[in-house]
């Protein structure tokens, strides 16, 4: 049987660490951080990801703002509420949460944010400096969560066959930047929607990861004996026993799975709050090099 990789307590040392942080670097002529957070429209996912998100800043010691626009919001008009928070001088961070209504760019949003408050991680300065593995690069918070849990459950990575299915600008491109760079190693495979025979290929991976948001995408026989399977997806599917009427699950056929290989991230539970905790190591990134520059 599979360890089960417990990602809201690797989450929560990795929130007092920053805590124990931001108490040590206190003074009182020094503000606290702020993350300012921009919602579009009522989206109940969007709606829950940024309350949680408060909800872990406030936990630490970072204060945060909310700014939320109406659906129909013009994208010059977003882009002025993203200048005026580039341009004042208490916001560290912006987070702008995804998905934005169709109308809206969000690859022109995500490059809008100055790239020293762009936590996320997504405009083209920061994708641009983690593909030349530049340090200074703000890394996108599930990729940089996926390899945080990877390397504090002691899994290997150098040498090793690593697969990620998905090639999304916020989950599979940079993961597999962030695998196959020097100190981590991997030899890195991206599959996609495209890709031919994703079983085969899936069956020689030590650390599998998968990002696609369809149920059971990832079954068994995809699983190579002991290998490390990283869950990603969040899907949302019906349950009449719960009172939200929906459960969530990932895209691994966890119960098939998880007696098969070594280690196994769940949903919830795994990934998800990893990606909380990477938003604020950004976020007091941030904060570090505007207050102690
Ligand atoms: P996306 O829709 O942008 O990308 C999905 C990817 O899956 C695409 O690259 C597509 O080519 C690939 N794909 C689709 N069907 C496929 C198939 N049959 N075989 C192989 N590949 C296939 O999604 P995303 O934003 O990358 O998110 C993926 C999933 O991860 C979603 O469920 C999302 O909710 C979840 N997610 C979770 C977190 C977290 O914190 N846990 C963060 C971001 C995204």
Same mark, same amino acid.
């Given at each position: 049987?599979?360890?089960?990789?417990?990602?809201?307590?690797?989450?929560?040392?990795?929130?007092?660490?920053?805590?124990?942080?931001?108490?040590?670097?206190?003074?009182?002529?020094?503000?606290?951080?702020?993350?300012?957070?921009?919602?579009?429209?009522?989206?109940?996912?969007?709606?829950?990801?940024?309350?949680?998100?408060?909800?872990?800043?406030?936990?630490? @010691?970072?204060?945060?703002?909310?700014?939320?626009?109406?659906?129909?919001?013009?994208?010059?008009?977003?882009?002025?509420?993203?200048?005026?928070?580039?341009?004042?001088?208490?916001?560290?961070?912006?987070?702008?949460?995804?998905?934005?209504?169709?109308?809206?760019?969000?690859?022109?949003?995500?490059?809008?944010?100055?790239?020293?408050?762009?936590?996320?991680?997504?405009?083209?300065?920061?994708?641009?400096?983690?593909?030349?593995?530049?340090?200074?690069?703000?890394?996108? &918070?599930?990729?940089? @969560?996926?390899?945080?849990?990877?390397?504090?459950?002691?899994?290997?990575?150098?040498?090793?066959?690593?697969?990620?299915?998905?090639?999304?600008?916020?989950?599979?491109?940079?993961?597999?930047?962030?695998?196959? #760079?020097?100190?981590?190693?991997?030899?890195?495979?991206? &599959?996609?929607?495209?890709?031919?025979?994703? #079983?085969?290929?899936?069956?020689?991976?030590?650390?599998?990861?998968?990002?696609? @948001?369809?149920?059971?995408?990832?079954?068994?026989?995809?699983?190579?004996?002991?290998?490390?399977?990283?869950?990603?997806?969040?899907?949302?599917?019906?349950?009449?026993?719960?009172?939200?009427?929906? #459960?969530?699950? $990932?895209?691994?056929?966890?119960? $098939?799975?998880?007696?098969?290989?070594?280690?196994?991230?769940?949903?919830? $539970?795994?990934?998800?709050?990893?990606?909380?905790?990477?938003?604020?190591?950004?976020?007091?990134?941030?904060?570090? #090099?505007?207050?102690?520059?």
């Amino acid at each position: 049987m599979a360890e089960i990789i417990d990602g809201n307590a690797i989450a929560k040392s990795l929130h007092e660490e920053l805590r124990s942080e931001l108490l040590a670097m206190g003074s009182a002529d020094l503000r606290k951080p702020c993350v300012a957070f921009v919602r579009v429209g009522e989206n109940p996912a969007s709606v829950s990801y940024v309350s949680k998100k408060q909800k872990v800043s406030a936990e630490i @010691g970072i204060e945060s703002r909310l700014h939320v626009l109406p659906e129909s919001v013009s994208q010059p008009e977003l882009n002025s509420l993203i200048d005026s928070l580039n341009a004042d001088d208490n916001v560290d961070a912006i987070l702008v949460q995804a998905p934005l209504p169709p109308h809206l760019s969000e690859r022109d949003t995500f490059n809008r944010v100055r790239p020293d408050k762009d936590v996320d991680g997504f405009s083209a300065a920061n994708l641009g400096l983690l593909c030349q593995e530049d340090a200074s690069a703000f890394v996108a &918070c599930t990729p940089a @969560g996926i390899l945080e849990i990877i390397k504090r459950s002691g899994v290997e990575t150098r040498g090793k066959n690593a697969v990620v299915i998905g090639r999304s600008i916020i989950v599979g491109k940079p993961l597999g930047l962030l695998l196959m #760079r020097k100190g981590v190693d991997a030899t890195v495979s991206i &599959c996609h929607s495209r890709t031919e025979n994703l #079983r085969e290929i899936c069956a020689r991976a030590d650390i599998l990861i998968a990002a696609v @948001g369809r149920p059971m995408t990832v079954s068994a026989d995809m699983v190579k004996e002991g290998a490390c399977v990283i869950d990603v997806g969040i899907n949302r599917v019906p349950c009449a026993e719960k009172k939200s009427g929906y #459960r969530l699950v $990932g895209d691994v056929d966890f119960d $098939g799975v998880v007696s098969k290989c070594s280690k196994i991230t769940p949903v919830p $539970g795994g990934v998800g709050p990893m990606t909380v905790a990477m938003l604020m190591k950004n976020t007091v990134a941030a904060y570090k #090099r505007h207050v102690l520059k």
